[in-house]
């Protein structure tokens, strides 16, 4: 079972910067989990919010703002700046796969043509079928279906598709990976998407109770924000 640094395990390391993606490989991450967005200027730079008033010393839109803006921001006080996924890219070693959540449709075509065209293994996710038809459309990528319900995500109504649903999804658009919130991952629902033909990725695991009831259910990788559960995801 692989395990997946969450934003460069986002508890432990800064997240969605170059040091927690250089410190998620050294503690030995499968595969690194970042978001992507595009900037005012039109680069793909990979940061979660639609702002970047939480995890930067800056405030304002993304969207509104350049490339060279956002490099002049500190993130999470390290200095650095919110990087484009080209840096994110250059970085990662062949033998760490990057899982890649389009956070927009306008993005997608253009973040997964780029990232495809390194030697890493990638995996492009997205909560949004749209945005994964885009990214089909821009590169041949492996695709992975995102979801989490209302039951476990509260008033964020993007989550709404239950599992049947989103297996339904995930199999009309072709995607290799299904990956659900963890706590969707029994070992039924689990045996379904694999005698569907979809490898499970399951997120975001916070805890070691949700580490081990994941592990125990037969996910194929856990998407943590620590790397203290990768001594019970990591493949052997």
């Not at 800064?14 to 200027?41: K, M, Y």
């Not at 821009?138 to 979801?147: C, I, R, S, T």
């Not at 049947?164 to 070992?187: I, S, V």
């Not at 490898?199 to 070691?208: E, G, H």
Request: charged share 25%; glycine share 8%; hydrophobic share 45%.
């Amino acid at each position: 079972m692989n395990c997946i640094a969450h934003r460069g395990f986002a508890d432990a390391y800064p997240e969605n910067t170059r040091t927690a993606l250089r410190q998620a490989i050294g503690a030995g991450a499968d595969g690194v989990e970042v978001d992507v967005r595009r900037c005012g200027s039109g680069e793909p730079v990979v940061i979660h919010d639609e702002t970047v008033d939480r995890v930067t010393d800056r405030a304002g839109a993304v969207a509104a703002l350049t490339r060279a803006k956002l490099a002049d921001c500190s993130v999470l006080g390290t200095g650095e700046g919110v990087p484009t996924l080209q840096e994110v890219c250059e970085l990662l070693p062949a033998d760490v796969r990057l899982h890649l959540e389009l956070k927009e449709v306008g993005v997608a075509a253009d973040a997964a043509a780029l990232a495809a065209e390194y030697t890493f293994d990638l995996l492009v996710s997205s909560f949004d079928p749209d945005a994964l038809r885009a990214a089909a459309g821009g590169a041949d990528v492996p695709l992975a279906y995102l979801f989490g319900s209302e039951r476990q995500l509260p008033g964020v109504s993007r989550f709404r598709d239950g599992p049947d649903a989103a297996l339904r999804t995930a199999q009309e658009l072709g995607c290799a990976a299904l990956n659900p919130h963890w706590r969707h991952c029994d070992a039924a629902f689990v045996d379904r998407a694999h005698d569907a033909g979809l490898a499970v990725n399951a997120w975001t695991i916070r805890s070691q109770e949700a580490a081990e009831a994941v592990a125990a259910a037969g996910v194929d990788g856990l998407i943590a924000d620590d790397p203290r559960f990768c001594s019970v995801g990591s493949s052997e």
